[in-house]
């Protein structure tokens, strides 16, 4: 009796355990059917708002929604194709840099027997051409010179030809335009002055004393840059000898450092 009740319970108990077993795979295979309906009900509405027709349409939208939230250094749109993003330029920038300003100095000079006396010596004339020899045009460009006579120390004495120089926009004397061309001239670059400016000299004269009188050429040149900063070149020059020939002061041949915009 008691081993007939031992057996039935045990097959009660199977028959629950089992009963269990088959319930646990139903749910879980409910829920795995739950989420499938699910994602086919979330893509079907995706489709609905975006509108691709095709598996790679899908991949592009799907790109398109993802580029709204990665990071990016710049503000583009996110619906721009990325060939468009890849083609683009940068900016350029509105200002050139400062080794592509303008720089004016002499390009050659010309000579000219004015006035043979043997007496008073051989008197030269001389055509300065000043030329741009920088990367981008030169306005406003005024070259003065002015002949001035004086003896040896002159061409070493910084401070004096400075002086010089500097007043040639006072000196009444001084040559402030070129032949016939009496306005300021822009330069391009590479550009050479077709007209020069000229100057006139003596070879050297020794006097009683025997000391030497020297004839000096001093000028400068004055432009603007594209920059709108002003600049200027200064220039020196001596007669060596009787043939005319010119040879450069120890000082007086510099140019400006002024600093360019940043």
């Not at 319970?9 to 089992?18: C, N, T, V």
């Not at 306005?183 to 004393?209: D, T």
Request: charged letters at 25%; hydrophobic letters at 40%.
């Amino acid at each position: 009796m008691l081993i007939a009740e031992e057996v039935g319970r045990d097959k009660q108990r199977s028959g629950i355990r089992a009963f269990l077993r088959v319930l646990t795979l139903a749910e879980w295979t409910m829920g795995f059917l739950c989420l499938v309906i699910a994602a086919t009900g979330a893509a079907g509405v995706f489709m609905a708002i975006q509108g691709p027709t095709s598996s790679q349409d899908m991949v592009e939208a799907a790109e398109r929604v993802l580029a709204k939230f990665a990071p990016s250094s710049g503000e583009t749109d996110p619906d721009v194709d990325r060939a468009t993003l890849k083609t683009r330029k940068p900016a350029q920038k509105a200002k050139l840099k400062p080794d592509e300003r303008a720089w004016v100095e002499i390009g050659s000079i010309d000579k000219d027997i004015s006035s043979p006396d043997p007496m008073l010596g051989t008197h030269f004339k001389y055509g300065i051409y000043p030329r741009n020899v920088g990367k981008s045009v030169a306005h406003d460009v005024l070259i003065m010179v002015l002949e001035s006579s004086d003896g040896p120390g002159f061409k070493s004495n910084q401070r004096a030809i400075k002086v010089r120089q500097d007043r040639l926009f006072f000196e009444p004397a001084a040559n402030k335009r070129s032949g016939d061309k009496p306005e300021a001239e822009s330069l391009a670059p590479a550009e050479q002055s077709v007209l020069p400016i000229y100057a006139g000299a003596a070879e050297p004269k020794r006097l009683s004393n025997g000391f030497f009188v020297y004839s000096y050429i001093l000028g400068r040149i004055d432009y603007i840059d594209v920059f709108g900063t002003p600049h200027w070149t200064h220039f020196c020059f001596f007669v060596l000898n009787e043939k005319g020939e010119l040879n450069p002061c120890e000082y007086g041949n510099d140019k400006d450092n002024f600093p360019e915009p940043s």
